[in-house]
């Protein structure tokens, strides 16, 4: 049996358990039944379920390795692409990757190079600072690509296949 503050109260039997926890008015919850005798904890569950889902949101919130998807169109204007790499900038940044989405819409499916050719500039005006992670893909009307960010530093074998990988799709949605 352990206590709320986590000392150890000895081996007690279930009732003393139970009355020991209505006294305190907090749970008795059942820790490692398969032990013998099995282990039992007094706490307030509720504040224990409360502070796990704080956890598990603020472990949401962490970013790292998560991916937001950013919407483009084929006749995407200027100042509106632009915006669109901020924001894309920003959450390579922040550690996230970003999928490139270019959708189309009625007749603009005749001309998916219009969709390559924005994902191209896309990548030109991004630079150095992101790789692609695969060759742009078509989903039904939409046209995606991932592009990850770029560690800083001393080049390795990855980084340099990485940027190989970029040069080859930037060369495939050319041609």
Known sequence: MIDPEGKQLGVITRLEALEKAKELELD?????????????????????????????????KGGEGGLKELWLSPRIEEHDLKVRLDHTRKFLEEGYKVKLTVKFKGREMAHPELGHRVLQEVMELLGDKAAVEGEPKFEGRRLSMTVTKIKGGKKNEQDENQEINTKEVKNNIKG
């Not at 569950?45 to 603020?58: C, L």
């Open 28 to 60: 008795l919850i059942e820790i490692a039944a398969q032990a013998d005798p099995p282990v039992a904890r007094i706490f307030d569950f509720q504040k224990f379920r409360y502070e796990e889902s704080k956890k598990d949101r603020g472990a949401k």
